[in-house]
């Protein structure tokens, strides 16, 4: 593709790594080794996941379609954001919207309903999606759309969306969700705006949905979460 990427995936059982592992990142989820550019992760279920960071191409190898799905989508989309830092664009978790020509950023936890959000953007007038996940942000407070499948989780309701525009998403260790591919919504897509506000949400269990004004100290800690550390990317 234009980021000179390319991704394998076999649907095979992975031969047994024997290398040295890395002391870093210590996780019950995977363990990874590095060799020169090359690096390789080995997963909990027994997938392998094995990058050149050189040559800019990886393979994916697991016994499990859904598996290779999301071992694939994962690793391009982690790669493809590597090389739009480079080119001065990074991403920010957040749902970006449009509304007469600028553009908003909406600052949720993960899980805190941002493509439900999106969805209800899209059924009204005026608004354009930027992305429900990872808008582009760039230094001078543009905001760029990067639009990505919305994700639902299995209980929402979607009636009013087409069969045919959405299907099941496994995921290793967390629930399966509904996602929504960008066919569906491709028309309300926006290009790129300036950014001119941020909506920061908080969970409050049991107490009323409520909007409030946020200090600009307050919109900046969680931004600076969401982007620089990139906590949910």
């Known amino acids: ?6 991704m394998e995936v076999l649907r095979a059982t992975p031969e047994r790594f024997h290398g040295r592992a890395r002391a870093w990142p ?19 279920d027994g997938s392998r996941l094995v990058w050149d960071f050189a040559a800019r191409r990886g393979t994916a190898t ?8 999301e ?8 790669r493809v954001g590597e090389a739009l830092e480079d080119r001065g664009w ?8 449009t509304l007469r020509g600028e553009a908003g950023l909406v600052l949720l936890p993960s899980g805190g309903g941002k493509s439900v959000l999106a969805l209800a953007a899209l059924r009204a007038e005026g608004w354009g999606l ?13 905001v760029r759309a990067f639009p990505l499948r919305l994700s639902f989780l299995m209980d929402q309701d979607l009636s009013l969306i087409p069969p045919e525009s959405r299907r099941t998403f496994s995921r290793l260790g967390r629930p399966d969700k509904i996602v929504v591919d960008l066919p569906f919504f491709r028309g309300r897509v926006s290009g790129q705006a300036p950014l001119r506000w941020i909506a920061v949400g908080t969970r409050r269990p049991g107490a009323k949905a409520a909007v ?18 990139g906590r949910g990317i």
């Open 1 to 6: 593709g234009p980021c000179g990427l390319a």
């Open 26 to 44: 210590r996780t019950p989820r995977y363990r990874v080794a590095d060799a020169g550019s090359w690096r390789t992760v080995l997963y909990r």
């Open 62 to 69: 697991s016994p499990e379609a859904w598996r290779l799905r």
């Open 71 to 78: 071992l694939g989508y994962l690793t391009i989309l982690s």
């Open 90 to 97: 990074n991403r920010v978790h957040a749902l970006g919207l």
């Open 130 to 142: 930027l992305s429900d996940d990872t808008p582009l942000i760039r230094s001078d407070g543009t």
């Open 212 to 229: 409030e004004p946020c200090s600009r100290a307050r919109a900046l800690a969680v931004l600076c979460d969401a982007l620089i550390v």
